[in-house]
């Protein structure tokens, strides 16, 4: 298993209030690219249009990205995987 589909399965293996976060976040696709996973999610108080998270290799830690758009509107650093679910309270839906 690489590394992005690592990142894939840790984001549905978290749980919020039961159900696997990306389909609690509405998400039904995802790109995958150099160590970043990135994936499209349902409407949100924040507006926000996708997630990015990105595996930090020297510090064995993740990075996720917030856009609208094409524009990144927050960022969160030194994530874990049990972290995960703080992108549903980052976007506003928990």
């Given amino acids: 298993m690489n590394i992005e589909q690592t990142i894939l ?4 293996q978290t ?4 159900f696997p ?4 976040i509405g998400t ?3 790109t995958m690219g150099a ?10 108080p924040k507006g926000i249009t996708s997630v990015g998270v990105q ?6 830690t993740y990075k996720i990205y917030y856009f609208k758009g094409n524009s990144v509107v927050n960022t969160q650093s030194d ?13 506003g839906v928990l």
């Avoid at 994530?79 to 976007?91: G, H, T, V």
Wanted: hydrophobic fraction near 35%; include cysteine.
């Fill in 9 to 12: 399965y840790q984001l549905n």
């Fill in 15 to 18: 749980k919020v209030n039961g």
């Fill in 21 to 24: 976060l990306l389909k609690y």
């Fill in 28 to 30: 039904k696709s995802a």
């Fill in 35 to 44: 160590d970043t996973v990135t994936i499209p999610v349902g409407k949100n």
């Fill in 55 to 60: 595996y930090m290799v020297m510090y064995d």
């Fill in 79 to 91: 994530m874990y995987c049990d972290n995960f679910d703080s992108i549903a309270r980052e976007l």
